[in-house]
């Protein structure tokens, strides 16, 4: 990645070119003011003008959003302006004046306080972001009280991309009243309301993002929505890349997803399945949109990181896998099982920062260690199991013991749901990513004892050529086409075919279409990828040839150099998809 | 008075939406509606109240109403929380 480029989380696809716009953290301050007896009625009744006041401007927005959107989405602003009616805020912040003889301003801080400390304790995220939708209205009735202008973006008469620390969704509102064309922030996720009310207006969003050295309102920046970074002062091949991949997603976009329902079948039979990587089930939606076949990877982790205080409990576990299970029935859902240690864990996991984390307590290593907690997951998986097609994948296995040990614990997982007579999947097939090199090299032994592998290229990458991917110092030697990566996966596809189990690969690798002449050479059966690429890929699978990329997997395993290896592909690539095919460059070349 | 324990079964639970549509049901009859989860009490016509309950999918609420026209309010709200709010899932 470029010394210009911040990699944050995609909340709403897209990409916008234009002018930084800073929004400071709002913050009013808020004093306490003591009132005398008579003055306390007519700070009452300021109150309910700055409640009236700010409920006639969200009926403003309300009807701006309805009249873009239809009324689908306007419940968004309806549940504010029913806060504002609410007792618990106006009978509290009323009893709290009365009582305290307090100004307005102070009595709604002490309200507000309350109501957020109960939406902070709550485990369900959905429900929890609910707390920012009445921090903002809250928000909104004290810049009212203070008789300040809530429009905080106004007549802007260019394309402008605002970064804040947070949005609302009544401020995406408004802004794209003007000319609002993109947004980054540093907190709200990807199923906050603010990320809903993008996605509908077709904004491009990215979050996530913290901090940006230097950066100035009226900087040019590139916001894309679809990866999720943000490019500040972006290079003019930079900004001819993102035009092209602009056009690209505008032109062709349609066209792929026509053939989103074909199957991913080469000229001459071969047979792949494209599946999906997916973190939330709120991604099932873009993945079943796209035409995906079944989930290649669903990162299990969401779950445990989003509540600090407590672990996910069985119930909690199994309401994810259900909904993804039956969701993507007749097509298969692969849940990896916690990935959890190196630089993800939370307080309760007891866990310390190691002086070397990608090499440290992590994946399956992890989970063995806090065997209860895996158990937790395995028991709500095979439980879940009952509702589609569901597989069981293990993370960071470095060879055959620990493949037994974390198979030891779906077995304990297994028996303890037969004492309970619950039903789960006894067949339920069991897998493991092949990511470390020592499982690589022994793919062999492994196949014999599992249904299925999963490369992935990621820290496969990272371990068999001892670079740390995020080191810009050793990006130049980060390649994923290195001849020893291209021996190792296929000494892995030609072990598990010889032992008759399936290969799928779900790393970065998989989407970009330089790599597809490669990994359909190599025998791979499964490639699994960001759900935004899975058009391009199987329009590409459907135009080539399984005996070609044979041929051309064959001449790259005598070729010594990732650069020699490079620029034969490209080659081959050209020859295969002549003009027209990349006019405008896909996304991901 | 009627009261009732109900499973809230639909996928996000009383998240915004779903909490709307109750509190507006609730609205409509006169006689007083309260849920209670987990020892918590809210009153069902306030929004705040019913989001801070936190009632995910598979949740037991206790619904109780009150007044002249307790058992419609009871039949409204129990038919909305097993229609899943509309949601259309």
Redesign the interface.
């Known amino acids: 990645m470029k010394k210009n480029t911040y990699k944050g989380t995609p909340i709403s696809p897209g990409i916008g070119t234009g002018k930084v716009l800073l929004l400071e953290k709002q913050t009013l301050s808020v004093y306490r003011l003591t009132l005398q007896d008579d003055q306390i009625e007519p700070e009452v009744r300021r109150l309910q003008e700055a409640l009236e006041k700010t409920r006639s401007q969200l009926h403003v927005l309300k009807d701006q959003l309805s009249a873009k959107l239809g009324e689908g989405h306007s ?2 602003i ?2 504010q302006i ?2 504002l009616d ?4 106006l009978g509290n912040t009323v009893d709290t004046i009365r009582r305290d003889k307090v100004n307005a301003e102070w009595a709604l801080n002490e309200t507000a306080t309350k ?1 957020t400390n ?2 902070d304790s ?3 995220t ?3 972001e ?1 707390g920012a ?2 921090e903002d209205v809250i928000n909104r009735v004290q810049a009212n009280l203070a008789q300040l202008n809530v429009h905080r973006v106004t007549e802007m008469d260019e394309d402008v991309i605002v970064l804040a620390y947070q949005l609302s969704p009544s401020d995406i509102v408004e802004m794209h009243e003007s000319s609002l064309v993109g947004f980054v922030t540093e907190i709200g996720g990807k199923t906050s ?1 603010t990320a809903i009310i993008a996605r509908s207006l077709e904004t491009p969003a990215v979050t996530g993002i913290s901090e940006i050295n230097g950066i100035k309102s009226g900087q040019t920046i590139i916001v894309d929505g679809y990866e999720g970074l943000v490019i500040l002062e972006p290079t003019a091949t930079q900004i001819r890349e993102y035009e092209n991949k602009k056009r690209y997603y505008e032109e062709h976009a349609n066209q792929l997803i026509s053939i989103k329902d074909k199957p991913a079948i080469t000229k001459d039979g071969r047979k792949l399945t494209i599946q999906a990587n997916i973190e939330l089930p709120e991604d099932l939606d873009s993945a079943i949109r796209s035409g995906a076949q079944g989930i290649g990877i669903y990162r299990s982790e969401f779950l445990y990181l989003s509540n600090p205080d407590a672990l996910p409990t069985e ?1 909690e576990h199994f ?1 994810v896998y259900r ?1 993804v299970a039956e969701r993507v029935y007749p097509h298969s859902a692969i849940i990896r099982t916690a990935d959890l240690g190196a630089e993800k864990f939370t307080p309760v996991m007891g866990m310390h920062n190691e002086p070397n984390p990608a090499l440290g307590l992590r994946g399956v290593r992890f989970c063995i260690k806090k065997r209860e907690m895996f158990k937790t997951q395995l028991r709500a998986l095979l439980r879940a199991s009952t509702f589609g097609r569901l597989k069981i994948m293990f993370p960071m296995v470095s060879g055959l013991n620990e493949l037994r040990e974390a198979k030891s614990a779906l077995e304990e997982a297994k028996e303890e749901l037969r004492v309970m007579k619950v039903d789960f999947n006894e067949n339920i097939a069991v897998g493991i990513m092949v990511e470390v090199p020592s499982a690589a090299m022994t793919a062999d032994l492994l196949a014999g004892e599992v249904d299925f592998f999963s490369i992935g290229t990621n820290d496969l990458i990272q371990y068999l050529l001892a670079v740390d991917r995020n080191n810009d110092h050793l990006a130049y030697l980060y390649d994923p086409i290195h001849p020893g990566v291209i021996r190792i996966m296929k000494y892995v596809v030609d072990k598990a075919h010889e032992a008759g189990v399936k290969v799928g690969i779900c790393g970065e690798m998989a989407s970009d279409p330089q790599y597809l002449l490669i990994l359909l050479g190599l025998g791979l059966d499964e490639l699994s990828m960001n759900p935004v690429s899975i058009p391009l890929i199987k329009q590409m699978v459907r135009s080539l040839r399984y005996k070609d990329a044979r041929e051309i997997l064959e001449h790259c395993l005598t070729l010594s150099t990732a650069q020699e290896i490079n620029e034969y592909l490209l080659e081959k690539t050209n020859q295969f998809f002549p003009s027209g095919f990349f006019a405008s460059r896909g996304p991901m070349l | 008075m009627q009261t009732n324990e109900i499973e809230i079964i639909n ?7 779903a ?2 549509k109750l ?2 049901l609730a609205t409509r009859y006169q006689s007083k509606v309260q849920l209670a989860r987990d020892g918590q009490i809210s ?1 069902g016509k ?4 019913v ?2 309950l ?1 009632a ?3 949740s037991m609420l206790t619904i109780t109403t009150d007044g002249d026209d307790e058992k419609e309010a009871m039949a409204a709200l129990c038919d909305l929380i097993n229609r899943k709010f509309d949601e259309g899932e």
């Open positions: 419940y968004i309806d549940v029913m806060m609410d007792n618990l805020l109501l109960v939406f709550m485990k369900d959905y429900l929890r609910r939708d009445v309301h119930d309401a909904v | 996928k996000k639970g009383l998240h915004a939406r909490a709307s509190v507006q009153d306030s929004i705040l109240g989001l801070v936190a995910h999918q598979g």
